[in-house]
């Protein structure tokens, strides 16, 4: 029989932060001091996601992203084509024609999209996932020079 130690993924802990640029700013703190930073791992614990509530959508709203993003596509094919065009007229012909056809479509797809959701979900919003706790965590046989180096890093300030 053989026995094994469980390790933890990614090592040892070598240094704790309540904020992912601390850490971040600990790694790299690492990296200058010419520490093999490819034995390093930053692992983030307790994960939540946090929704913010960035305003109402409105059909209005929904029919003009689309319409934007649809002119956005539209300026693009419409340029893609015109460098087929054989002259100046027919070139700004194909980028107008583009936009425009782009601009009917994105707004039509925003308001099919939004009906769709039959009032579900009128607001829009961005979200992101955070931790509350990220680790710096290193091979252990190096983790007794970065937990030096990380001791002199927290005492900078």
């Known amino acids: 029989m053989s026995a ?11 240094g704790s932060y309540d904020g992912y640029e601390q850490a971040q700013a600990a790694v790299d703190y690492l990296s200058d001091e010419k520490f ?12 939540r996601m946090i929704e913010t509530v960035t305003g109402r959508l409105t059909t209005g709203r929904a029919i003009a992203a689309g319409a934007a993003g649809g002119a956005w596509w539209g300026l693009f094919v419409g340029l ?3 460098i087929f ?3 100046g007229g027919a070139w700004v012909g194909s980028v107008l024609t583009g936009l425009a056809i782009g601009l009917v479509f994105g707004a039509v797809f925003g308001w099919t999209g939004y009906a769709a959701t039959r009032g579900r979900r009128d607001f829009t919003s961005t979200s992101k996932i955070v931790a509350s706790r990220y680790d710096v965590m290193c091979d252990p046989a190096h983790a007794e020079e970065a937990r030096a180096l990380l001791a002199r890093f927290s005492l900078r300030g």
């Open 4 to 14: 094994s130690v469980s390790m933890p993924l990614g090592g040892v802990q070598v």
């Open 36 to 47: 093999a930073v490819e034995n390093v791992t930053i692992i983030g614990t307790d994960l």
């Open 80 to 82: 893609l084509l015109g």
């Open 85 to 87: 065009s054989t002259n």
